[in-house]
Nanobody, 114 residues
Framework: QVQLVESGGGLVQAGGSLRLSCAAS????????MNWYRQAPGKQREMVAG???????NYGDSVKGRFTISRDNAKNTVYLQMSSLKPEDTAVYYC????????WGQGTQVTVSS
């Protein structure tokens, strides 16, 4: 079955950086787009960044210029490099892919202190 396992979250001060990883299994990783979403307390889940199988990327307006999504098809892993973090980036970050249906990881908490 499809499994997405996120790691790399934690507590960081404003202005700092973190790199999230999402290891995928049970899918033909190299042919599908992968995405990162986040959900802050009391807010709807929002898309943060996406990367196609060919490496094209797109970003939410709030993270453009600060976050970078990448993928390593040999390792079945997608990354989210987050820089210049702000307190409003505090959320649970989820890895996602859509292959006939949405698949989600369990999420990893990112907390940015001011």
């Amino acid at each position: 079955q499809v499994q997405l396992v996120e790691s790399g979250g934690g507590l960081v001060q404003a202005g700092g950086s973190l790199r999230l990883s999402c290891a995928a299994s049970g899918i033909m990783f190299n042919i599908y787009a992968m995405n990162w979403y986040r959900q802050a307390p009391g807010k709807q889940r929002e898309m943060v960044a996406g990367i196609t199988s060919g490496g094209s990327t797109n970003y939410g307006d709030s993270v453009k210029g600060r976050f970078t999504i990448s993928r390593d098809n040999a390792k079945n892993t997608v990354y989210l490099q987050m820089s210049s973090l702000k307190p409003e980036d505090t959320a649970v970050y989820y890895c996602n892919t859509f292959q006939f249906r949405h698949y989600w990881g369990q999420g990893t908490q990112v907390t940015v202190s001011s």
